[in-house]
């Protein structure tokens, strides 16, 4: 049975991408299948994997905007084990592309259904803001992992995120 995790904290620079890039090369190394899900728009997992993140023709945006299937955006990656599905700067416009649209917190779970078994750890790097694209991560996971730096700025930060997610428990996903 998979795991799906959701890498989260509105501030940026705490390590989410860093965490969730060297999480999974670890796992994949340890012989665990790894789906990688880049669902910030700065793309830097995307980057940090050696995928150009200006040259793709898929990334995430057209599997939650446009409804097409992992199956036809997702890469493998330089390490045996650790696939990714890639962002892309265009993913910004999603927020706002989101608002109008049917079921719109459950889009990356209901893409993710298709393809989840496939792998025993799914780990989502989501974008420094608690929107639409961190709360549809929220939404598929199982678990979150909230990298935070130990200072009062970023402490004062994790109220608000941990409000979230007690928002998404509540009305979205009972389980996470």
Wanted: proline share 4%.
């Amino acid at each position: 049975m998979s795991r799906v995790y959701a890498v989260a904290n509105q501030k940026g620079g705490v390590g989410k991408t860093t965490t969730v890039v060297s999480v999974g090369a670890y796992l994949a190394a340890a012989e665990r299948r790894v789906l990688l899900v880049d669902i910030d728009p700065q793309a830097n997992a995307t980057s940090s994997l050696g995928i150009d993140k200006h040259g793709l023709h898929r990334s995430i945006y057209d599997s939650i905007v446009g409804s097409l299937a992992l199956d036809r955006i997702l890469m493998l990656t330089n390490r045996l084990r650790l696939d990714l599905i890639p962002s892309a700067p265009a993913l910004a416009g999603a927020e706002i592309e989101l608002v109008g649209m049917r079921a719109r917190e459950a889009r990356l779970k209901q893409a993710l259904a298709s393809v989840r078994e496939r792998y025993d750890y799914v780990l989502n790097d989501c974008a420094p803001s608690l929107g639409l694209l961190t709360v549809n991560a929220l939404a598929a996971a199982d678990q979150v992992i909230v990298p935070i730096q130990c200072e009062y700025l970023p402490m004062e930060g994790l109220a608000q995120l941990l409000q979230t997610i007690e928002l998404v428990r509540v009305n979205l996903n009972p389980a996470l």
